[in-house]
């Protein structure tokens, strides 16, 4: 391996998280002072400011909220506070184990809400009186329903034939997004195995692992699968942090995971690539002090790396690292802009050109220069990033409501293979996204 991995910009408009910080602050203050509906109203603006208004009813008594493939139902009445969300309808067969993983749940994931069967469907439920409706439990209630409920739905479904009671709305990627995901994922996986057989033979176990976690996690950053094919990437990213086996072990897992990835046709990608609306992220919402914390001993090396040249190991652990804060953070757009920037710049680029780059992206990072102004050595045209996302944004929150998001989708699909494959110069595609965007945006 001589070059650092192919790059690709991200599916979705922007990575950054819908939270709004300051009104859970607001339903603190309400809760302290006995005004509890304000304060659970509050709650729902914090996880998302426009929430009340697209799900609730015009009296804020009932919202319901689609999350992935469940549905989440909150009712206020008589003093009390009710949430229920369908969750499986029990098969004809293999209901008995079904019931048993539902128990384990209920006893071992789920602290607060509970599975409750009626009439052979299953439902999360959860109620208390609105006066102990404290916001901190409250969203520890929602999040857990969402990730439960969202994540088994799927394998209960594939394990024992479950049905889910709500199907959920989900917008499928178009033909020509789909074939650009499913290029770039073959891309992916032959970059991954070719780097790793190269690694083996040198018996370097560690870069071996490096490069198939970090392609495990570009493809979620990239592709954002929802469904099983999302199941079963987040398992495999778990597995490869185990150290009860031996690393040589690790790597051959990771490489099974990948074969399968690559041997996996476009119809069946296709069954788990979709756009869907939810309610609770399940990923944490970033902030600067959190990813210098978690960037400081990987930063330390990584300059020890540059220092000695040892251009290799240092592109390798920035460019991990970057993807890792991506797969447990929805991360603010200032941070992306100089994540991406970096990353388009050095994609599929030799190790000795790359590593002044990266880390310089993470440099700036630590020390919290988020200004793409000051970034004199990345020639990008001038091009503001930032707002490029927050337009990107815009547009998608077009297409969730019916838009003309698929075609934009497929055009910035369609540059960025050209820009890769080296037929346009960055400028030139950042000049176009920022204008396809913007039409979106005047369309509106």
Same mark, same amino acid.
Not at 219 to 239: F, M, R, S, T
Not at 294 to 305: M, V
């Given at each position: 391996?001589?070059?650092?991995?192919?790059?690709?910009?991200?599916?979705?408009?922007?990575?950054?998280?819908?939270?709004?910080?300051?009104?859970?602050?607001?339903?603190?203050?309400?809760?302290?002072?006995?005004?509890?509906?304000?304060?659970?109203?509050?709650?729902?603006?914090?996880?998302?400011?426009?929430?009340?208004?697209?799900?609730?009813?015009?009296?804020?008594?009932?919202?319901?909220?689609?999350?992935?493939?469940?549905?989440?139902?909150?009712?206020?009445?008589?003093?009390?506070?009710?949430?229920?969300?369908?969750?499986?309808?029990?098969?004809?067969?293999?209901?008995?184990?079904?019931?048993?993983?539902?128990?384990?749940?209920?006893?071992?994931?789920?602290?607060?809400?509970?599975?409750?069967?009626?009439?052979?469907?299953?439902?999360?439920?959860?109620?208390?009186?609105?006066?102990?409706?404290?916001?901190?439990?409250?969203?520890?209630?929602?999040?857990?329903?969402?990730?439960?409920?969202?994540?088994?739905? %799927?394998?209960?479904?594939?394990?024992?034939?479950?049905?889910?009671?709500?199907?959920?709305?989900?917008?499928?990627?178009?033909?020509?997004?789909?074939?650009?995901?499913?290029?770039?994922?073959?891309?992916?996986?032959?970059?991954?195995?070719?780097?790793?057989?190269?690694?083996?033979?040198?018996?370097?176990?560690?870069?071996?692992?490096?490069?198939?976690?970090?392609?495990?996690?570009?493809?979620?950053?990239?592709?954002?699968?929802? #469904?099983?094919?999302?199941?079963?990437?987040?398992?495999?990213?778990?597995?490869? %942090?185990?150290?009860?086996?031996?690393?040589?072990?690790?790597?051959?897992?990771?490489?099974?995971?990948?074969?399968?990835?690559?041997?996996?046709?476009?119809?069946?990608?296709?069954?788990?690539?979709?756009?869907?609306?939810?309610?609770?992220?399940?990923?944490?919402?970033?902030?600067?002090?959190?990813?210098?914390?978690?960037?400081?001993?990987?930063?330390?090396?990584?300059?020890?790396?540059?220092?000695?040249?040892?251009?290799?190991?240092?592109?390798?652990?920035?460019?991990?690292?970057?993807?890792?804060?991506?797969?447990?953070?929805?991360?603010?757009? %200032?941070?992306?802009?100089?994540?991406?920037?970096?990353?388009?710049?050095?994609?599929?680029?030799?190790?000795?050109?790359?590593?002044?780059?990266?880390?310089?992206?993470?440099?700036?990072?630590?020390?919290?220069?988020?200004?793409?102004?000051?970034?004199?050595?990345?020639?990008?045209?001038?091009?503001?990033?930032?707002?490029?996302?927050?337009?990107?944004?815009?547009?998608?929150?077009?297409?969730?409501?019916? #838009?003309?998001?698929?075609?934009?989708?497929?055009?910035?699909?369609?540059?960025?293979?050209?820009?890769?494959?080296?037929?346009?110069?960055?400028?030139?595609?950042?000049?176009?996204?920022?204008?396809?965007?913007?039409?979106?945006?005047?369309?509106?």
């Amino acid at each position: 391996m001589k070059q650092t991995l192919t790059f690709n910009l991200s599916t979705i408009a922007s990575t950054e998280s819908k939270i709004n910080v300051d009104a859970f602050d607001e339903s603190m203050e309400a809760f302290e002072n006995g005004e509890y509906l304000k304060a659970f109203h509050t709650l729902l603006d914090y996880v998302d400011p426009d929430l009340r208004e697209k799900h609730g009813n015009p009296a804020g008594t009932e919202f319901n909220v689609p999350h992935g493939s469940i549905v989440v139902t909150i009712k206020i009445e008589d003093g009390q506070l009710y949430v229920t969300a369908p969750f499986l309808a029990l098969p004809e067969k293999g209901r008995v184990p079904l019931l048993r993983q539902v128990a384990g749940l209920n006893f071992n994931d789920m602290d607060l809400a509970r599975i409750e069967l009626h009439d052979e469907r299953l439902y999360f439920e959860y109620s208390c009186p609105l006066a102990l409706a404290q916001p901190y439990k409250m969203y520890y209630v929602l999040e857990e329903i969402c990730r439960t409920g969202d994540k088994y739905d %799927d394998e209960f479904e594939t394990k024992f034939g479950a049905q889910r009671i709500y199907e959920p709305k989900v917008t499928p990627f178009d033909a020509e997004t789909l074939d650009n995901v499913y290029e770039v994922i073959q891309l992916s996986c032959r970059e991954c195995m070719d780097a790793v057989k190269g690694f083996e033979a040198d018996r370097k176990f560690g870069f071996a692992w490096n490069v198939l976690d970090s392609t495990l996690l570009k493809i979620l950053y990239y592709a954002h699968p929802q #469904g099983q094919l999302l199941n079963d990437l987040n398992k495999a990213v778990a597995e490869m %942090d185990r150290e009860d086996i031996p690393l040589p072990e690790v790597v051959i897992a990771g490489k099974s995971v990948v074969a399968r990835l690559q041997a996996m046709t476009k119809e069946e990608l296709a069954e788990d690539l979709y756009f869907v609306e939810t309610f609770i992220s399940p990923k944490r919402r970033s902030n600067l002090k959190n990813i210098q914390e978690n960037f400081e001993n990987t930063y330390d090396r990584a300059t020890q790396a540059f220092e000695s040249r040892n251009y290799m190991t240092c592109c390798l652990m920035i460019v991990y690292k970057f993807y890792e804060m991506y797969f447990y953070n929805d991360v603010q757009d %200032d941070v992306n802009a100089v994540v991406t920037r970096a990353l388009v710049k050095t994609s599929a680029m030799p190790w000795d050109e790359a590593a002044p780059i990266l880390h310089e992206a993470m440099d700036n990072i630590m020390e919290g220069e988020l200004d793409a102004d000051d970034d004199d050595n990345m020639d990008f045209g001038n091009v503001d990033m930032t707002q490029i996302a927050q337009n990107m944004q815009q547009a998608m929150q077009q297409m969730m409501q019916g #838009g003309g998001m698929q075609e934009y989708l497929a055009k910035v699909q369609t540059l960025q293979m050209q820009m890769m494959q080296g037929q346009i110069s960055m400028e030139d595609y950042t000049r176009q996204v920022q204008e396809l965007a913007a039409g979106l945006g005047n369309n509106q």
